[in-house]
């Protein structure tokens, strides 16, 4: 067994290849290559640990590598420790303090850079096989491709939870109803306003016959009871990278075996808006957000846009053969999207006009065509522990003892559902409400129940409620809690305690010298105001 010492680490490749049955062993292994993992690696560097990444795809960083270059903050007052730090790498890239606002392959020259600064090796297309434990204790995880890595603590940073499921730890998929956790935000909506259909618009093949059967992208489900659960999670789609500029410029070619038929269902959006009266232009059906003054972030926006609505439904808990169909698909859908966009005599001349105007970047996502290589998983598992995350946490009901970092960005989702409703087609799901102020995340929602694994921790699928998850799943977030779960291990792993036995007043007392941000002071009225401490 191949011990993670400075030597071998310079031998190393970053996210490079790994020899089959090659057998690793290191205080600390981050499944994940997202953001928190990259981050949580640095992180148990800076703590003197011996650290490797396994990431299950081909590159590192996620979705801020990944397309997401416009970011979302909240109040980036409340944003600490290594995550600011990376957006003032990224500002000194860009030659100003900070910059969130970044090009992807910008973002992912950075992570590796960070890793190989903190001399941690990573190593890529490491899908997850087998885990073993003993008794609570997670001993080794196998790979796809034969590679073992043993460590003493375990940090899953992936956006799916794939290592705390295998490990036997709980979790929840959906929405649970308002009842589980008191809160009025969660489960199935009674009125969705906002990303909404602005006219009516008939959903049947033939209109106005029920037996004809739905247009694609529209589900046969009943609307189910307002507060409700079901199984529904948040809309995927991808974050794309485009430019106007013709000499940076791929163009956007439609999938394989386009068929214009399939977006009838736009196609009868954009005649009843007309029918109606109602002006729209391109950003009424892309976010448009510029990332630099030649590229765009594009992201969902309105009744029908970028979100495959439905389709992520049976993403969580798939194997990665399901998975990877369905990120086809999603990725499948955008591309016929935005063709129609282009294309279609139904479109608008201006809007088409407009689209043309756009396409991929050559100096982006190079080896996957200039489309992104990672697709937005907005919420998957959600692990089940001994405190979950909740909208009481949000708006400062509660507040718990055990920070580990602050979050900020309103409670959240992208619709779940578009079904049929009182005749006309309808998306479910959308919420958008914000918190009072920044607040606190507690250091028992990323770890599980001492009786089902007490040496991982999970800083992205942590333990929260769909409404709550929805607040906290921003990349920001991310990285501040996976540099607190570093951390956390770290001094596990110093005093040879359980994840959960772990003294939180010398956590805490760590995580203030690192510069993280655990308190913000309540607001006397309305949104805060004050400044982090």
Known sequence: MRCLCPTVLLSLLLCGPLPAAERFESDVCIYGGTSAGVIAAVQAAKMGRTAVVVEPGRHLGGLS?????????????????????????????????????????????????????????????????????????????????????????FIDATYEG???????????????????????????????????FLVPVDPYVKPGNPGSGLLPFVQEVSFGNPGAGDKSVQAYNFRLCLTKNPA?????????????????????????????????????FLKIDMVTPEKAD?????????????MSRDYADADYAARDRIAAEHLDYIKGLLTYLARSPRVPEGIRAEMQQWGLCRDEFPDTGGWPHQMYVREARRMLSDYVMSEKNCRRVEMVPDSVGLAAYNMDSHNCRRLVRHGRVENEGDVQVAPMSPYPISYRALVPKAAQCANLFVPVCLAASHIAYGSIRMEPVFMILGQSAATAAALAIGDGVTVQALDYPKLRRRLLADGQILEWPAPPTGPSQSQPR
């Not at 290594?82 to 030659?95: I, N, P």
């Not at 214009?260 to 269902?265: F, H, R, S």
Request: hydrophobic content about 35%.
């Open 248 to 284: 940076n410029q791929r163009p956007i070619a439609p999938p394989p075996g386009y068929d214009p038929k399939q977006y009838e269902l736009l196609g009868r959006y954009f005649d009843a808006l007309a029918a109606a009266g109602k002006k729209v232009t391109l950003r009424n």
């Open 65 to 153: 590598s990944g397309g997401l270059g416009w970011t979302d903050i909240g109040n980036k007052a409340a944003i600490g420790g290594l995550s600011r730090a990376f957006y003032r790498r990224m500002g000194k890239h860009y030659g100003k303090a900070e910059a969130w606002t970044f090009e992807p392959g910008v973002a992912e020259r950075e992570f590796n850079a960070w890793l190989a600064e903190a001399k941690v090796p990573a190593f890529c297309q490491q899908r997850l096989a087998a885990v073993k434990k003993d008794g609570a204790r997670l001993v080794e995880i196998t790979t796809q491709r034969g590679a073992v890595f043993r460590a003493k603590m």
């Open 162 to 196: 794939d290592l705390m499921a295998r490990a036997g730890v709980s979790y929840f998929i959906g929405r649970e109803a308002n009842a589980t956790y008191g809160e009025t935000l969660d489960g199935i909506r009674a009125e969705t306003p906002q990303h909404q």
């Open 298 to 310: 594009i992201n969902n926006n309105g009744g029908f846009s970028t979100d495959d609505i439905g």
